[in-house]
């Protein structure tokens, strides 16, 4: 699995960051990976973090 942001799209609310903390790192007006092939046990926090974007800036591309 590998993340994909939309920096168009990402406004940095940072819900991902509260979703997935290993993962995301939020600033102020923008989202930055700190992995962008998470490990599969974080799989569940990943999913979490796309579905409640609220720009919908991210997605899992599957490997």
């Known amino acids: 699995m590998r ?32 992995q962008d092939r998470p490990a599969d046990s974080d799989r569940d926090d990943v999913e979490r973090a796309v579905q409640y974007c609220p720009t919908q800036a991210l997605r899992i591309i599957e490997d």
Request: net charge negative; proline share 3%.
């Open 3 to 34: 993340i994909e942001i939309d920096l168009d799209l990402c406004q940095g609310h940072g819900v991902c960051e509260m979703e997935a903390p290993e993962v995301f790192e939020a600033f102020r007006d923008h989202v930055e990976l700190r």
